[in-house]
C-alpha cells in the first residue's frame, strides 16, 4: 500500500475546499494515510454525493493522527485519487463517508502518488445527492439556507419591510417570489436586515 505523510484535514458531510475551511473546523493533523487510486466516476460521485462505502478496503487502523501525547489510529480512513485531484475519506461504522479537500501541494503529493498505481473498482452506493452551489462559497451557501428558513416562516408585515428596504418600493403580489428571483443580487442585504431584527429583540 502507498503512503502520504504530514497532512492537514478537515473531514465534513459535505465537501469544501481548502480555501472554505472554518476557523471552527476541527482540523487534523495526519502522520500518515493510505492513499488508493480510483476511477474518475467514483471521484465525481464522491464529490457530488453523499455515498456508502461497503468495501473492505484494507486499511484499518493504517492512517496515523498526530496527537499532544503521541499517534492515535484513524480506524476507516484513506485519500482516493483518480490522477488529477484527490479527496480524503473517514468512513464511518455504517458505511457513510465523511469527505476533506487537501492544501494545493498536498493534493498534488497525493494525486502523484495514485498515479503509480493501479486503478482499484470500489464498492459504493450513491445515497443522496449534494445540491450544491460551487460558485457560492461556504459562507454564502449558509447565508442562504438561513435566509430560506426564515423566509418560510415570516409573517407579511416583515416581508413588506425587507421588500422595501431591498427595492426601495412597495408591492402587493407575491412578495417572497420575487424576493427569490433576485435573490443573489439582495441576499447580503436581507441576512443584514435579519440579523439586526434579532440583535433587536
Not at 488529477?84 to 487537501?102: C, Q, T, W, Y
Not at 470500489?122 to 454564502?140: A, S, W
Request: charged share 40%; with cysteine.
Amino acid at each position: 500500500m502507498n503512503y502520504i505523510y504530514d497532512v492537514i484535514l478537515n473531514f465534513n458531510e459535505e465537501l469544501y475546499e481548502f480555501y472554505d475551511w472554518d476557523k471552527d473546523d476541527e482540523l487534523l493533523h495526519i502522520r500518515k494515510m493510505p492513499v488508493i487510486k480510483v476511477d474518475q466516476t467514483f471521484i465525481s460521485d464522491l464529490r457530488r454525493n453523499k455515498i456508502k462505502i461497503n468495501d473492505n478496503l484494507n486499511i484499518r487502523n493504517k492512517t496515523e493522527l498526530f496527537q499532544k501525547k503521541g499517534i492515535r489510529y484513524l480506524e476507516n480512513a484513506c485519500i482516493f485519487t483518480d490522477g488529477k485531484e484527490a479527496i480524503a475519506v473517514l468512513i464511518k461504522r455504517n458505511g457513510l463517508v465523511l469527505k476533506s479537500k487537501m492544501i494545493i501541494d498536498e493534493e498534488d503529493d497525493a494525486v502523484c502518488i495514485g498515479k503509480k498505481q493501479e486503478t482499484k473498482k470500489i464498492d459504493y452506493k450513491v445515497i443522496e445527492n449534494d445540491v450544491l452551489d460551487e460558485f457560492k462559497t461556504r459562507k454564502e451557501r449558509k447565508i442562504q439556507k438561513y435566509i430560506f428558513k426564515e423566509l418560510e416562516t415570516m409573517e407579511k408585515e416583515k416581508l413588506n419591510y425587507i421588500y422595501f428596504e431591498c427595492f426601495n418600493e412597495r408591492k402587493n403580489t407575491d412578495i417572497k417570489k420575487e424576493i427569490l428571483d433576485n435573490f443573489d443580487k439582495v441576499y447580503m442585504s436581507i441576512y443584514e436586515i435579519l440579523k439586526l431584527s434579532k440583535v433587536n429583540k
